[in-house]
Every structure is written in structure tokens, then in C-alpha cells.
């Protein structure tokens, strides 16, 4: 009998897949998309996460299962070329947010100590933490999780720290200007800002993988999803008001990889940068090695419900094949992607995926009694946030867009020329 988790622990793990190194990859990105409308963008995106979580809720109560997603997909949709093609799509999703955590890694470790003193150190640090991470999930899962409740605690009281600080040191700064209506950009912007960060929201859905083990599932699940994203969101709201009122936005542009740390400096100096700095490390180490887990285990679930080859419930080293190869990818995607690229194709990825969650909480509406208008929402609002992002990006983000519409059309191609091998061996 396995121990039950409490919500505390629920809660504290939808806590930690969100607040991993998204916040840390994203806010510079997202201050130069929204300018002085950041907390808006990060509010839209964040509603965005609240509806969707409706869907989760249910799904997580009527189909408790380890699988969560990959399980939800294939309850709504059967297991057909397009369910399997979407759980593909989230297997690779997971290992483009490898790639965004990894990127921050690389981005803050120099600061703390130069290598090279260029380019090279993002490189040696990014690729570094992967093998890293690579390593300890090998050796064991139960220093994984230790690792995970350890960084959890860490993160947020420096982050809370920084936002306590932040906000006093806000008292007569003139950058406080910054967040005035005038300085934000036109809405559809403002929106596009949003969608592109939505990665530092997808973390919530790792609840629904121990929905089976939730204490008292009926009163406790609900609970888990929304404490955990409300928290999150108004955490990141806060963030983006200390920030943009801290920093011009030139120093914030100049700053863009690092930005939180660089937002520390008006009021703690280089100890405040230091602080932060080593905060990110922590959060997105933290974030490879739980996504390295999460990762593996997708690629193992959705092959065992025979949508990817079976050679992939094998173990090596005792863990699944896909731990070495969700490590792979994520070393060449880190490797060859621009921050803004990984960016977008993490929240396209996601976005498609859960448009697809809840057309599932629609679609199952009765056996899940669910108000079928909430998952509708959700729906047509995730598709029209996919379509919005892919069109805004493809002026200023060419690259992002080609790797984000590739990736799906790989994901399903892969899966159609699976299928048909197996029905040829088997006719």
C-alpha cells in the first residue's frame, strides 16, 4: 500500500511544477512582448490555467490513474492515430520545458562564475545540468523527490523575500511609471505576451498523475488544482509589478535572460543578484530533474498503451529507454533553439494539448458531472489562444512558429507511420 498524499503535498507539487525555471526563462521575455501590461499578460495566461484546471478536476476525479494526461487523452478519444499523435506531443512538450529550464540554467550560471567569459559558458552550463540531472535520476527516484521538496521550500521563500523587498523598494522609484496604462501594448499583444509565457503555468497537470494517491480524492483534488494555480498566479503577477516598476525597460532588455536577479539589484546590490541568481539555479535544476521523471514516464505510458513502439517499456540502467532519450533531445533542442523559440513551441505544445483536455471534459461531461459550458470555455479558448500565438509570433518569431507547427506535424506523423507498421505486422 502506497502512502496517500496529503494536500498539502498536492498542492506543493502543482506549486513546483509551475513555479520550476518557467518564471526564471520567461519574465525578461515576457516584459519585452508586454512592456508595462506584464501583470496582465501573466493574468490572462493565468486564467487561461484556472478554466483548464475545471476539466483536470473532473477528469482527475472520474479517471484517476498515473498516466493523467496520456490517460485523459485516450479515455476522450480512444486509442486512435490522433490521441496517440497528441500524447506524442506531449512527451516532446516535456522535453521542449527541459530545453526552456535548461536555457535559464545556462543563462544565470555565468553570472555566478565565467568559464569562458562568452557564448561557450551557456553552452557548458546548459548541457552540464542536463547530464547532471541525467545522472541523479538514474541513480535514484527517492533522491529526485527529496531534491523536488527540498527546492520547493527554498524557492518560494526567496521569492516571497524578493517580493517583500521588492515592493518596499518600490516607494518612489520612478521606473513605478512604467506600469501605467500608456506603457502597455495594444491588447491583442498583450494577449500574444501571455500565451508565449503560458509555460510557466503547464506545471499544474503533474497533479493529475497522483490523483490515485490523493488522501480523501473528492474534497482534496479540486482544492490541489486551484490553491496551487491561484497561488502561482497572483505569485507571478507580483513578480512582474516589482520587476517592470524596478528596472527600465531598456536595463530589463539588456537583462532579458536573467532579469530577476538583475530586478534584486536596486534594493540588495550584488548580494540581492547573487541570492536571486542562486534561487534560479536551485528552481530549474529542480525543474530538469522532476520533468526528466515526469518525461520518461509519459514516453513509458504511452507506449504501453501501445501508441509509441514497446521497445520503450524497456528498462536500462533500471529506468525506462525514454529517460536516456527525452535527455538526448533535450540536449540537442538546448543546444540549437533560441530562448523565444523554445518559448513558444512549449506553449504551443501545451495549449494544443489542453484544448484537447477539454474538449475531453466536454465531451465526457455526464459520466464526469461536470457544467458542460466550463470546458467548452476552455476549449474554444486554449484553440483560439494556439491560433492568435502562431499568427503574432510568425512576423517576429518566424523560427518559433516553423519549429512549433514541425514538432506537431512529427508528433502525428510518427505516430500514423507507427500505426500502420503495426498493422502490417499484424494484418
Known amino acids: ?18 513555479v520550476g525555471g518557467g518564471i526564471f526563462a520567461v519574465l525578461g521575455l515576457a516584459v519585452d512582448l508586454s512592456k ?55 512527451w516532446v512538450s516535456y522535453i521542449i520545458m527541459l530545453s526552456l529550464y535548461a536555457s535559464a540554467f545556462g543563462s544565470y550560471a555565468p553570472n555566478l562564475f565565467s568559464i569562458t567569459g562568452g557564448e561557450l559558458d551557456f553552452h557548458i552550463y546548459a548541457s552540464a545540468i542536463i547530464v547532471l540531472a541525467s545522472i541523479i535520476n538514474y541513480y535514484s527516484i ?34 513605478l511609471e512604467q506600469l501605467a496604462p500608456e506603457n502597455w501594448e495594444a491588447p491583442l499583444q498583450l494577449l500574444t505576451g501571455g500565451m508565449v509565457i503560458f509555460v510557466a503555468y503547464e506545471g499544474f497537470e503533474l497533479i493529475a498523475n497522483s490523483a490515485p494517491d490523493i488522501e480523501n480524492p473528492e474534497k482534496n483534488i479540486p482544492r490541489a488544482y486551484y490553491i496551487s494555480i491561484i497561488f502561482v498566479v497572483l505569485l507571478y503577477i507580483i513578480i512582474a509589478v516589482v520587476t517592470v516598476g524596478s528596472l527600465p ?3 530589463i532588455k539588456t537583462a532579458e535572460d536573467y532579469v530577476l536577479a538583475e530586478a534584486a539589484k536596486p534594493m540588495l546590490g550584488q548580494t540581492g543578484f547573487t541570492v536571486i541568481t542562486i534561487a534560479a539555479l536551485i528552481s530549474t535544476f529542480s525543474a530538469i530533474n522532476a520533468s526528466l521523471y515526469g518525461g520518461s514516464r509519459v514516453s513509458y505510458e504511452i507506449a504501453e498503451d501501445d501508441e509509441l513502439p514497446h521497445q520503450f517499456t524497456y528498462q536500462l540502467w533500471n529506468q525506462p529507454i525514454g529517460l536516456l532519450m527525452t535527455a538526448i533531445l533535450t540536449l540537442t533542442l538546448t543546444n540549437t ?32 458531472r461536470s457544467i458542460k459550458a466550463i470546458p467548452l470555455l476552455g476549449f474554444v479558448l486554449c484553440s483560439l489562444a494556439t ?12 523560427m518559433g512558429v516553423i519549429v512549433a507547427v514541425s514538432i506537431i506535424g512529427t508528433c502525428f506523423l510518427i505516430e500514423w507511420l507507427y500505426k500502420k507498421l503495426e498493422k502490417s505486422k499484424n494484418p
Open 1 to 18: 500500500m502506497s502512502q496517500k498524499i496529503k494536500l498539502t503535498e498536492a498542492i506543493s507539487i502543482g506549486i513546483g511544477g509551475m
Open 36 to 90: 508595462g501590461g506584464t501583470p496582465l499578460a501573466f493574468l490572462f495566461a493565468g486564467m487561461l490555467a484556472l478554466i483548464t484546471s475545471y476539466s483536470y478536476v473532473k477528469l482527475s476525479k472520474q479517471y484517476a490513474d498515473r498516466g493523467g494526461t496520456v490517460k485523459f487523452i485516450n479515455q476522450g478519444f480512444g486509442k486512435t492515430i490522433f490521441s496517440g499523435g497528441i500524447n506524442n506531443l506531449l
Open 142 to 175: 527517492k533522491v529526485v523527490g527529496m531534491i523536488e521538496s527540498y527546492a520547493v521550500i527554498i524557492k518560494l521563500v526567496i521569492l516571497i523575500s524578493f517580493i517583500c523587498v521588492g515592493l518596499y523598494g518600490l516607494m518612489g522609484n520612478p521606473n
Open 249 to 251: 525597460f531598456d536595463k
Open 337 to 368: 533553439l533560441e530562448l523565444e523559440s523554445i518559448s513558444t513551441a512549449g506553449s504551443v505544445g501545451f495549449l494544443l494539448i489542453f484544448a484537447m483536455v477539454n474538449y475531453v471534459g466536454f465531451k465526457m461531461s455526464k459520466e464526469t
Open 387 to 398: 491560433i492568435i500565438l502562431l499568427q503574432q509570433q510568425f512576423g517576429t518569431n518566424k
